[in-house]
């Protein structure tokens, strides 16, 4: 009957062994741990083990970055991602030019010859003078093209580096 009590007991005490060996008890369940250890040897002995495993990991270096190098590397890390966003960006506005060009090409070029020539040449008459000066203006519309594309990525690397 006498033994019931501290039945009881052990059990509450074993639940704070990890507290106590990770010094998070307040100083009356210290206490009263401290007392019922002089009492349980099993709960002396846990507490014994799980106060060497504590000292143990608390001996392990953990490697731990300081704050500096840390909020440097996410500072780095955001303008590597700016920057690639950046470059993404000059890709499809080049892209997007080099599709008009073609698109330009495709709808001037008969227009020009039909302004020029009149229908006969939009139908293949007089090809190879044709050809030459399709390749004359095509060589037009991407050098068009592309100087825009400089411009406007020019222009946006400024602006980057204005905000
Ligand atoms: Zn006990």
Redesign the pocket.
Known sequence: MSKEP?RN??DK??ELLPLAAAEALDSTEEALLIA??S??S???ADSERLQQLTANLRGIPTPRAPGALVSRTILLAQNRLVEESAHRTERRIMALVLVLSWAFVAVSWPLAQLIAHGWLSVFGFGFAQAWKSFAVFTGFCWIAGATGAILLAARRSREGRMA
Do not use: G, K, Q
């Open positions: 501290i007991e052990h005490f074993r019922h250890l009492d349980c099993d709960c002396a």
